[in-house]
């Protein structure tokens, strides 16, 4: 009897807890959570930029580098997001439903802090160098790779918990989706106007 109840319990708890790795709704479960990744990373961007400008010396201005730090973000989940994702839903079977946030979460902070801390010291330095200016020093470069472990870990975190309902809303993903590429294109101008000026 005892044994029964005890079995009864783990059942209930089990069906308590969520699986957030299930696909349905009109929206592809993968492509949900991109879109909230593409999201997350460009708000986290966006209220990091005035930190990641003090350690240029303030030489940019805050709009264009945080839609250029948006585009960024946009390009890692439209180049390497989607297989990172891939990565993370495999490791998350290895453990129980409830453990796939902290299997997202840590995939993301490796991921997206290794291209952080590679990609965005060099664009920043690809423009700093030729305006005559001073380029970020090894403790920024650091400091920026941790900053984007963090906004990764993040990211994927709140993708796998909130995918599933938001692929449920097509509207929704689509309002959101639309937004996020808004962003990166005005980076992507921008961009080209940094580079027209300096080249």
């Known amino acids: ?23 349905s709704g009109p929206v592809p479960l993968m492509l949900a959570q991109a879109i909230i990744m593409a ?18 010396g303030g030489a940019f201005a805050l709009v264009p580098w945080a839609t250029l730090a948006c585009l960024l973000a946009v390009v890692f989940v439209l ?10 839903d495999n490791l998350s079977h290895n453990f129980p439903a409830k453990m796939a946030p902290v299997t997202y979460g840590v995939v993301g902070a ?7 801390g590679l990609i965005y010291p060099t664009f920043m330095n690809s423009i700093l160098k030729p305006a005559g200016l001073a380029e970020l020093t090894s403790g920024d470069v650091w400091a920026i790779g941790f900053n984007c472990a963090v906004i990764g870990l993040v990211a994927f975190l709140l993708a796998v918990v909130y995918g599933p309902r938001l692929a449920k809303r097509r509207s929704a993903s689509v309002a959101i989706g639309v937004v996020v590429l808004v962003l990166a294109a005005f980076g992507a101008f921008f961009l080209w106007r940094f580079m027209a000026r300096l080249y």
């Open 1 to 23: 009897m005892t044994q029964d109840n005890r079995v009864n319990r783990e059942s209930k708890s089990a069906a308590a807890v969520p699986d957030v790795r299930e696909d």
């Open 39 to 56: 999201a997350v990373m460009c708000l986290c961007e966006i209220v990091c930029a005035p930190m990641i400008i003090s350690m240029a």
């Open 110 to 116: 490796a991921s997206f802090g290794v291209w952080g």
């Open 79 to 88: 180049i390497l997001g989607f297989a990172f994702l891939w990565l993370a």
